[in-house]
């Protein structure tokens, strides 16, 4: 076997470095391990290096997944930390494209702006740092509060407040805490409401879920529970005590013969041990959630006086 070359070997110490850390080193690093000014400027020019900030580079054409927020937190120190959006994609709350601005949190002495990343100051405890994905984070409950200081739609905020919890990363009394640690500040008041929601917030997995969601709350009606198992059947809404649930129905819900038999099955079996099935579709939702608010009031009455 032929020794490496001179050439191999900082390509090599670039692999081990890139491996470990998203696809992603820095200049500082680079140096350190040994490579020259020269050597970092070839492999810029041929394309082994790919420059995403000043001094922080992707290893290759292809970026893994978490590239882009690990050359963020690179570009702006040892002491940075995803933060809001980019803290919540990495923790699977809520949807950011990886290739998307990161957001970075700073400490508050540090006045810093870079290109193509949404800078924050602010202050976290020890306690609220994570490492997930090898890469510094905000815990869950403090990334919760700090989507909710960047949200406006109280509807996103309960659907976000119902994933963390559903996914074991943030417990009712730790974003209870989030709310009176940050008390007055910007995202504090609407997470309180959320929190504070009759039967608390309510996990919705698709847009007409959400929907009839907002259309219940607006119209005060309580008491229902989202997603939830009846007699081995998870269904969209269901009212406690009343044995009575409504299924959100439509066309893109059944995608095949098989998809329609199964839920056709469902319902049978579930008013076969008393429990009323409401169908409603998400058109009807849409295009007349008067006659649907109506029609779910006065069965919501009749399961009531039986």
């Given at each position: 076997m032929q020794p490496k070359s001179s050439s191999q070997a900082p390509d090599a110490v670039i692999r081990r470095l890139a491996a470990r850390q998203n696809g992603v080193v820095h200049r500082g690093q680079l140096l350190a391990a040994g490579l020259s000014p020269m050597q970092i400027r070839t492999r810029l020019v041929d394309g082994r290096l790919v420059a995403i900030h000043r001094g922080v580079y992707l290893v290759?054409?292809?970026?893994?997944?978490?590239?882009?927020?690990?050359?963020?937190?690179?570009?702006?120190?040892?002491?940075?930390?995803?933060?809001?959006?980019?803290?919540?994609?990495?923790?699977?709350?809520?949807?950011?494209?990886?290739?998307?601005?990161?957001?970075?949190?700073?400490?508050?002495?540090?006045?810093?702006?870079?290109p193509r990343i949404v800078v924050h100051q602010g202050t976290v405890s020890e306690g609220e740092v994570r490492k997930r994905h090898g890469l510094r984070v905000t815990s869950p409950p403090r990334t919760v509060f700090d989507m909710a200081r960047f949200t406006n739609d109280l509807y996103e905020l309960e659907a976000l407040v119902a994933e963390a919890h559903f996914r074991g990363l943030a417990r009712e009394p730790e974003l209870r805490d989030q709310v009176e640690l940050n008390a007055g500040r910007r995202g504090a008041a609407s997470l309180r409401t959320v929190l504070d929601l009759d039967?608390?917030?309510?996990?919705?997995?698709?847009?007409?879920?959400?929907?009839?969601?907002?259309l219940l709350r607006d119209h005060g009606i309580n008491g229902f529970r989202c997603n939830e198992m009846v007699h081995g059947h998870e269904v969209d809404f269901v009212w406690d005590g009343l044995d009575f649930c409504v299924e959100l129905d439509g066309w893109d819900a059944h995608s095949s013969r098989a998809a329609f038999e199964k839920d056709r099955l469902k319902r049978a079996d579930l008013e076969s041990k008393g429990v009323s099935?409401?169908?409603?579709?998400?058109?009807?939702?849409?295009?007349?959630?008067t006659g649907v608010i109506a029609r779910l009031i006065g069965a919501l009455d009749r399961r009531r006086k039986r």
């Open positions: 290759g054409a292809v970026p893994p997944e978490w590239a882009y927020p690990q050359a963020a937190l690179f570009a702006c120190g040892p002491d940075s930390i995803l933060c809001a959006r980019s803290a919540g994609a990495v923790w699977g709350l809520g949807s950011y494209p990886s290739r998307a601005y990161p957001w970075v949190l700073v400490p508050p002495h540090r006045r810093i702006e870079r039967g608390g917030p309510q996990r919705t997995r698709s847009d007409g879920e959400r929907a009839l969601l907002r099935v409401m169908p409603i579709t998400g058109r009807q939702v849409t295009i007349d959630p």
